[in-house]
């Protein structure tokens, strides 16, 4: 029988739980404005995973560019093999969970995110 994968979830920085063991990771450009850095309690900040600031800025948050987002965030990624790489394999040995600061909580990178990784990694099985 194939042993389960760590789990993959988001949580918005500003109701995400106390640290339980998972790797915590902020996956904005950005800074969430407020949040202290000690508070976060963060194992890593791959900024370089966040969208780009003209992706960023085009999306707007806009739920009706939502799956033009994810396509143009997708490609961005592909770009970008040795950060996933990184991640990737943290995933395969601990559970992570991935940080945001967006208000809408299906429509953000983390969730694009979140898509990408658990597809490419069930390919590097």
Do not use: T
């Not at 640290?19 to 407020?34: H, I, N, S, Y």
């Amino acid at each position: 029988m194939a042993k389960a994968k760590p789990e993959i979830d988001i949580a918005r920085v500003y109701d995400a739980p106390a640290p339980d063991g998972r790797f915590r990771v902020l996956v904005d450009r950005l800074w969430p404005r407020g949040v202290k850095k000690e508070d976060l309690k963060l194992n890593a900040w791959m900024k370089q995973l966040a969208p780009s600031a003209e992706l960023r800025h085009w999306f707007n948050h806009d739920p009706r560019r939502w799956g033009e987002f994810r396509c143009r965030y997708c490609e961005e990624l592909k770009a970008k093999p040795d950060e996933l790489a990184q991640l990737l394999e943290v995933a395969e040995k601990q559970s992570v969970l991935l940080l945001y600061g967006a208000r809408d909580k299906e429509h953000n990178n983390a969730v694009a995110l979140k898509e990408f990784l658990e597809k490419h990694r069930s390919r590097r099985a």
